[in-house]
C-alpha cells in the first residue's frame, strides 16, 4: 500500500521568510495530494491540494509542486507570518479507487516574530 | 464550526470498558472516516464508510468497531480489545468516496485510559 514520508518534523523561521515541506510517496498510481493545517488543539483544515495532472498550484502565499517521476511533492509558504505557526500533514491517495488519505506524520512549523 | 460534530470534547476510560465517541454531519456527504491521531505518527485510518450499512476496515482496525445506520451518523466504539486506546480521535466526511477530494474533519475526541 501506499506509503508517506514528510520532513522536516519540526521547521523554525524567522517571520518574513519562506518555508518548504517535502513530502515522497510510494505508490505510483496516486492522483491527489492535499495538504492539510492543524493548529493547537483544532481540527485538520485543507489548505491546498493537487492532482497528478498538473505540476504547480498556487494560492497568494502558499504554493504545492509535484515531481510524478521522483514520486515527491513540496509545500511552499512565502512570507511567514506567525499566524502559519501549526502542524502541517501532507497525504495522498488514488481518488479513483477510494478516498483513502495516506498522511505523513506531521511537520510543526514555529514562526519567530 | 458547523458542518461535521464529535462528542465528546473528552473521554475518560476504565481498562476493559467500551466507549463510543459520536460523529454527526450535516453535510450531505456519502463518505465518512475515523482516524486516529498520535504524537509524531500523523493521522492513521481506522474505519471508512461509503453508504449507509456499509463500512471498511482501515489500517488499525483492531479493538474498534463501527456502523452506519443513519447517512449522517458514523459512531466509532473503542473496545477493551484496543490495547492503547489513548489518542486523539478525528471523524471526517466527504461527498463521496470514489472520486470526490476534500475531506471536512470534525473537531476531536481525546480519549484517555485511566
Known amino acids: 500500500g501506499e506509503n508517506v514520508e514528510q520532513h522536516p518534523s519540526t521547521l523554525s523561521v524567522q517571520e518574513g521568510d519562506s518555508a518548504v515541506i517535502k513530502c515522497t510517496y510510494s505508490?505510483?498510481?496516486?492522483?491527489?495530494f492535499p495538504w492539510y493545517k492543524q493548529e493547537l488543539g483544532k481540527r485538520p483544515q485543507l489548505i491546498i491540494d493537487?492532482?497528478?495532472?498538473?505540476g504547480e498550484k498556487k494560492d497568494q502565499r502558499i504554493a504545492v509542486t509535484l515531481n510524478k517521476t521522483a514520486k515527491h511533492f513540496s509545500l511552499h509558504i512565502t512570507e511567514t507570518q506567525p499566524e502559519d505557526s501549526a502542524v502541517y500533514f501532507c497525504?495522498?491517495?488514488?481518488?479513483?479507487?477510494?478516498?483513502?488519505?495516506?498522511f505523513g506524520a506531521g511537520t510543526i512549523l514555529r514562526v519567530k516574530s | 464550526d458547523g458542518g461535521i460534530t464529535q462528542s465528546p470534547k473528552y473521554l475518560f476510560r476504565k481498562e476493559g470498558q467500551n466507549v463510543t465517541l459520536s460523529c454527526e454531519q450535516n453535510?450531505?456527504?456519502?463518505?465518512m472516516y475515523w482516524y486516529r491521531q498520535d504524537p509524531g505518527q500523523g493521522l492513521r485510518l481506522i474505519y471508512y464508510?461509503?453508504?449507509?450499512?456499509?463500512?471498511q476496515k482501515g489500517d488499525i482496525a483492531e479493538g474498534y468497531s463501527v456502523s452506519r445506520e443513519k447517512k449522517e451518523s458514523f459512531p466509532l466504539t473503542v473496545t477493551s480489545a484496543q490495547k492503547n486506546p489513548t489518542a486523539f480521535y478525528l471523524c471526517?466526511?466527504?461527498?463521496?468516496?470514489?472520486?470526490?477530494?476534500?475531506?471536512?474533519f470534525g473537531p476531536g475526541t481525546r480519549l484517555t485510559v485511566l
Open positions: 471526517a466526511s466527504s461527498a463521496a468516496l470514489v472520486g470526490a477530494s476534500e475531506q471536512f
Open positions: 505508490d505510483s498510481a496516486s492522483n491527489y
Open positions: 493537487i492532482r497528478s495532472n498538473v
Open positions: 497525504a495522498a491517495t488514488n481518488l479513483e479507487y477510494g478516498n483513502k488519505l495516506v
Open positions: 453535510l450531505n456527504h456519502d463518505a
Open positions: 464508510s461509503q453508504i449507509v450499512n456499509d463500512f
